[in-house]
């Protein structure tokens, strides 16, 4: 199985901060990399596919980069319901994997 | 917009098989990959494995001697089967829809309970 690697594993920033989430695969998996929101009690939602393609409906202040083995997932102004864990998922390789998760707290 | 629903029992015995059903509305099943994931209470996600409309699957090894996905395409429907279970089966479990390998419709979520 392919590992995923997401750091940090917690964050804590302030609103208008830009937040960077690395995702780092145990081997290369091209662009095939998704990233997901989950808030409280409520199932993932799909941000960001194939590396660096932002989800229909989506806010622009979301915006995902890397391939091969090492991606970033960047919110450029963080705003108060961006509050979440964050999570990566290789979809390269079966089977898929996801990572341990980012929760991502307002300082 | 498509919507999915998880439906089933929120508590199995040890050893018995758990069964849920997920029921897409607003769309077809055609032509599209299921999945299935699960979340144990405050844990990741797993993967649990997919169905191809068509009726084929793939599952992830460390569940596979265990799952069996199926699919009812006049019902608009697919199904977990889960046999032999301990409390490490314990976990909110989620039907989706795949586009690509990505989760692009995912059901609210529910809690599957594994206690005597």
């Known amino acids: 199985d392919i590992q995923m690697t997401q750091s940090p594993s917690s964050l804590s920033a302030s609103v208008g901060d830009r937040v960077t989430i690395t995702c780092q695969a145990s081997q290369g998996i091209s662009k095939y990399l998704n990233w997901y929101q989950q808030k409280p009690g409520k199932a993932p939602k799909l941000l960001i596919y194939d590396a660096s393609n932002l989800e229909t409906g989506v806010p622009s202040r979301f915006s995902g980069s890397g391939s091969g083995t090492d991606f970033t997932f960047t919110i450029s102004s963080l705003q108060p319901e961006d509050i979440a864990t964050y999570y990566c998922q290789q979809c390269g390789n079966l089977p898929y994997t996801f990572g341990q998760g980012t929760k991502l707290e307002i300082k | 917009q498509v919507q999915l629903q998880e439906s089933g029992p929120g508590l199995v015995k040890p050893s018995e098989t758990l069964s849920l059903t997920c029921t897409v509305s607003?769309?077809?099943?055609?032509?599209?990959?299921w999945s299935w994931i699960r979340q144990p209470p405050g844990k990741g996600l797993e993967w649990i494995g997919y169905?191809?409309?068509?009726?084929?699957?793939n599952y992830n090894p460390s569940l596979k001697s265990r799952v069996t996905i199926s699919v009812d395409t006049s019902k608009n429907q697919f199904s977990l089967k889960l046999t032999s279970v301990t409390a490490a089966d314990t976990a909110v479990y989620y039907c989706a829809r795949q586009r690509g390998g990505g989760m692009e419709n995912w059901g609210q979520g529910t809690l599957v309970t594994v206690s005597s």
């Open positions: 169905i191809f409309y068509s009726g084929s699957t």
């Open positions: 607003g769309g077809s099943i055609s032509g599209y990959y």
